[in-house]
């Protein structure tokens, strides 16, 4: 395999840019690096941080996403992340996304590298999985990574798998930078998102699985959020043609202080399990009614988190249960209770 990860975190800028320096960013990609380092599915010759002589100007940012995209392979996963300051105005085509490099001027588009550049490279990548983490302002603007946006006019329309993009907020537009503290020190002197997402990765989950998977890295990110004694906004994830069990990176909790496995039965063990961690939402869409079931009960709890979870699985049901009959025995359960 040669999975490949870029990590991108410029954190200085001229004095007169207008752009803001934070120590956070580049802190978070250094352990960025040391946590996929120290992980099995990575290590150190699949892992690259960009080191600061090639943060300056978007064509070596490029330069490094394109090497990792190309390297990529059929079966391989293509990872890149971006920490820093993310900006985007009107008047420019399309309103893209555009993210910070070191020589990046406060009201100058133009010296920003647009996501459309990364979006086209990942996309055209060979790689079977491909996902971007973004960590900056209006990454909860980012469009999803998979072929026929049109808003990526010109990108081909190609996309040789799946895609997720995870971002650091989704209700806002702005992401914070100072560190969190309330989380521990090496935690703490990164922004606050990768903090607890570094977290979750360093120390690794309750669930059985010895293996995080899309969906269980981003609920194990929105509970380390909600729980946290700060205000945080909620991430927000997009796929396109990946499946939320798609492994990413390895779970590095112990075994023994992991929940054994299960499979809920009915309805309420699916509801506790699924709250808990034991299970993904996508093992739980193999059985219409039992889905409906749940979509049903989650729904009217009427608790926030667990709508956006009945959401999630409904948005995960009307793709899964494709066949008119099977749809209409899921949506015979879940009608009532989502329109009422």
């Known amino acids: 395999m040669a999975s490949r990860a870029v990590i991108i975190g410029p954190a ?12 956070t960013i580049r802190q978070s990609a250094l352990m960025y690096e040391k946590v996929l380092n120290q992980d099995p599915l990575w290590g150190p010759d699949r892992v690259t941080v960009l080191p600061e002589n090639e943060l300056f100007q978007i064509v070596t940012v490029m330069n490094g996403v394109q090497k990792a995209a190309d390297e990529a ?6 990872l890149v992340v971006y920490v820093g300051h993310g900006r985007c105005w009107t008047g420019v085509p399309d309103e893209q996304v555009h993210f910070a490099v070191n020589s990046s001027r406060r009201d100058m588009p133009y010296t920003w590298l647009s996501s459309w550049y990364l979006y086209r490279t990942m996309r055209l990548s060979k790689a079977d999985l491909k996902v971007l983490i973004a960590d900056c302002c209006y990454s909860n603007m980012l469009p999803d990574l998979g072929a026929g946006d049109p808003q990526l006019p010109g990108s081909l329309g ?22 969190c503290s309330h989380l521990p020190a090496e935690f703490a002197a990164c922004t606050p ?26 609920d194990a990110v929105e509970e380390e959020l909600r729980s946290c ?13 990946a499946r939320e069990v798609q492994p990413l990176f390895t779970n590095r909790m112990a075994s023994e202080l992991r929940r054994p496995a299960r499979r809920p039965r009915t309805a ?23 889905a409906g079931d749940v979509v049903a009960r989650l729904w009217v709890d009427q608790e926030e988190s667990r ?3 009945a959401h999630r699985i409904n948005d995960g049901a009307t793709k899964r249960f494709s066949k008119p009959t099977e749809f209409a025995r899921y949506w015979a359960r879940v009608e009532r209770a989502l329109y009422t």
């Open 73 to 78: 392979r059929s079966g391989d996963i293509l």
């Open 12 to 23: 200085s800028y001229a004095p007169d840019a207008g752009v803001p320096a934070h120590d």
């Open 193 to 218: 998102f990768s903090g607890h997402l570094l977290k979750v990765l360093s120390q690794g989950t309750r669930n059985h699985n010895n293996e995080l998977s899309l969906g269980l890295i981003r």
């Open 229 to 241: 004694g700060a205000p945080h906004d909620e991430p927000r994830m997009a796929l396109n043609d």
């Open 158 to 179: 190609v996309v040789h798998a799946g895609t997720c993009v995870l971002t650091a907020v989704k209700s806002t537009d702005l992401a914070r930078a100072e560190g």
């Open 268 to 290: 309420d063990e699916w509801v506790t399990a699924l709250f808990e961690g034991e299970v993904a939402h996508e093992d739980l869409l193999v059985d219409p009614d039992l």
């Open 307 to 309: 709508r956006l979870t």
